[in-house]
Each structure stands twice: as C-alpha cells, then as structure tokens.
C-alpha cells in the first residue's frame, strides 16, 4: 500500500525527481500542518504542495503572506521537529491569485 500510495505522489509530482519526496513525508507534514503552526495560523495557510525541499502553502489574505514569510525559519524548523521533513524553501501563494 506505502509503495502504491508513493507512486501515486511521484506521479502528482510529475515522476520520480532526485529529491521528491514519499507519501509519508507529505502526510507529515499535511496530517500534522496544525500541530506545525498552530491552529490560529492553521485556519489561514493551507500547505498545497510539497516537492523537492519546496513546500508551498496557500493563504487567504496577503498579511498571512507577510507573516509565513517572517516566520519561514521557525515554520521549516518546527517541521522538521514534528514530521521529520527538511524543506528548504517555502513558497506563499495568495488564494486566488495562480502563479
């Protein structure tokens, strides 16, 4: 099932990648996104995709931006602490605006 559920995740993420990463790191990530910031900032920036080291998060109004980007060291640290995943980027993304 983990193998399937990985395949699945690589195929989402346009194949297998050097440094793609496993299902089980983006349900660590995703599963535990309100442990990772609390549920106050939870409620506003929703992790959209992770890839690569890159994780990048949707929030609904540009001050959340203003705030995940001041706190991106704490944010990748603390992910790193609960769900054993390095990522080395965070990238915000406005809800509604498609980059």
Sequence with gaps: MSDALDGVVRSLQGGRRRGSVGA????????????????AMAAQVQPVKL???????????????TQVKLLADQIRQKIADVAGVSVETID????????
């Design 51 to 65: 890839d690569a080291g890159r994780l990048l998060v949707e929030v609904r109004e540009p001050a959340w931006a």
């Design 24 to 39: 089980a790191a983006v349900g660590g990530v995703f599963g535990r996104w309100s442990e990772i910031v609390g549920d």
């Design 92 to 99: 915000v993304r406005v809800a509604g605006s498609r980059r």
